[in-house]
């Protein structure tokens, strides 16, 4: 294919690689510019998350634009006499669409990557000045989150206002599915959801995996359990939440021994100073990889997510053993007690952590099948050449 110019928007920092979301990002950037595609990025940027270790090169032009995105208790409640989404319209920016406006009118783009649900704003912009075709990265069917979300909260006023966020949420999503040339899921089971609702072309494009996470080496010498995860994402938060609850103070009873360790950036004080049995808490760990591979089995306990999940695709390719839900298994060709292990309720989850301290060389063979399955299903090449056939007129 020939040499194509691309602007991406994101919503957030794609660099330093802190989340599931900034790496999906990244690997956009790096998968094409490592296909000899010319970039353009341009992405929003708070101060709690600015870029780092960014640099231009003749392939990659980046640049970061400072905006406020933080929930406001009274903008929230004065959204209620509107009709728009509360949760896209903190993306909606007006000194990032003058940046917008300046690249668009200094620049002439073959196709424009719209990263995730909260960069729609910006569509009716670009409609306007570009006639580039319009591909959208979505990360997540995120009226699907809400909608999961919202029927857990015990307050009903909070419920309320969730259900009624999460049905704007979703009017707009179906309507910007229907606006842009292309898709590209992380998911399949996010791809067929999206087919029921719109015509646009979709191509399922998940993850790859990263090949020095393949030739990483397990450091961990006990059977433990660990968590790795930004807690600022309100689905770790709550399986976390829900897992110290439910499932950890019983499997302590019945295993005295069994050791948990989380970790993730922005760790909430409640979670930092809990005293627990067998419970460590790390909060924001230097190393990711480091801190994976020196632990056993990976626990996700995800009940209100969509999309694929990035860590879990890491901790496979570094050869961990995996306990997560159907949720969180989501995007993945698995298979239960092969190449991961499937949990869907506290009865259950405690039920699989005892087989792991129980079983430890099926541990290592559920290990071993995880990574093997990475390799055979998320080459960089394989999934950034599917990317490449959207890129064609």
């Known amino acids: 294919m020939a040499a194509k110019k691309i602007l991406i928007i994101s919503h957030k920092a794609p660099y330093p690689k802190v989340d599931g979301g900034a790496i999906a990002i990244s690997q956009t950037i790096e998968g094409l510019s490592n296909r000899n595609h010319k970039l353009w990025v341009l992405s929003m940027e708070t101060e709690k998350h600015p870029s780092e270790g960014v640099e231009n090169t003749d392939k990659l032009n980046y640049k970061g634009h400072k905006v406020i995105t933080k929930i406001k208790a009274l903008d929230a409640l004065l959204n209620l006499v509107s009709r728009e989404s509360y949760i896209l319209s903190r993306f909606d920016q007006s000194s990032f669409e003058k940046e917008l406006i300046g690249l668009l009118n200094s620049e002439e783009f073959d196709c424009i990557i719209l990263e995730s649900l909260f960069t729609s704003s910006y569509l009716n912009t670009i409609r306007r000045l570009s006639n580039a075709k319009l591909i959208y990265r979505s990360h997540n069917i995120e009226h699907l989150i809400w909608k999961r979300y919202s029927g857990k909260s015990k307050n009903i006023l909070k419920s309320c206002y969730l259900k009624l966020q999460a049905k704007r949420l979703e009017k707009a999503e179906l309507a910007f599915w229907n606006k842009v040339d292309a898709i590209a899921s992380i998911s399949s089971e996010d791809s067929k959801i999206m087919q029921s609702h719109t015509q646009t072309r979709i191509l399922n494009v998940p993850v790859y995996a990263d090949n020095e996470k393949l030739k990483m080496e397990d450091s961990s010498n006990t059977l433990d359990f660990f968590h790795l995860g930004s807690m600022d994402w309100l ?159």
């Open 235 to 393: 689905p770790n938060k709550e399986g976390i939440d829900w897992l110290l609850k439910n499932v950890w103070p019983e499997v302590t009873k019945m295993a005295k021994d069994a050791e948990l360790y989380i970790a993730g950036r922005n760790m909430p004080s409640k979670l930092l100073n809990i005293s627990m049995k067998g419970y460590n808490n790390k909060g924001s760990v230097a190393n990711a990889d480091e801190f994976m591979c020196s632990h056993k089995v990976m626990l996700v306990p995800l009940f209100s997510a969509s999309g694929m999940r990035v860590k879990i695709v890491e901790a496979m390719a570094l050869g961990k053993c995996i306990i997560t839900t159907s949720i969180g298994a989501e995007g993945i060709p698995y298979k239960h007690l092969d190449n991961l292990i499937i949990a869907n309720t506290a009865e259950e989850f405690i039920q699989m952590i005892l087989y792991c301290i129980n079983n430890s060389k099926e541990v290592d063979r559920i290990a071993d099948r995880a990574r093997e399955t990475i390799k055979d299903s998320f080459s960089q090449k394989v999934i950034m050449g599917t990317f490449e056939r959207l890129l064609e007129d």
